[in-house]
Nanobody
């Protein structure tokens, strides 16, 4: 599976960005997908995930502001980010987990393939 993330950039607090992740190589619709973010010196953090059936999960810090969705026909997963805060500044990466388990869905160790990441910077 190859993943290509895009859509990052610089935005003022309160603004919005939409990240996209294009997948190729295998049957996209069979896998759960996740978005993670990381800042220097900190561990990678779960942001949002979506199962192959469309069930979603969000970190408490972004619930109500971020929305994850997938388009199986286009092999893409998107992350709509609204009401952005300076604390959302990070490198965002998309990932695929081949073996979905709700108990470990939020753990980066559960994911098998990763995109290269896209920088999101929110200014105050």
């Amino acid at each position: 599976v190859q993943l290509q993330a895009s859509g990052g950039g610089l935005v003022q607090a309160g603004g919005s960005l939409r990240l996209s992740c294009a997948a190729s190589g295998r049957t996209f619709r069979s896998y759960a997908m996740g978005w993670f973010r990381q800042v220097p010196g900190k561990e990678r953090e779960f942001v949002a995930g979506i199962t192959r059936r469309g069930r979603t999960d969000y970190a408490d810090s972004v619930r109500g502001r971020f929305t994850i969705s997938r388009d199986n026909a286009k092999n893409t997963v998107s992350l709509q980010m609204n009401s952005l805060e300076p604390g959302d500044t990070a490198v965002y990466s998309c990932a695929v987990t081949i073996t979905y388990s709700p108990d470990v869905f939020r753990s980066p160790k559960s994911y098998n393939y990763w995109g290269q990441g896209t920088q999101v910077t929110v200014s105050s």
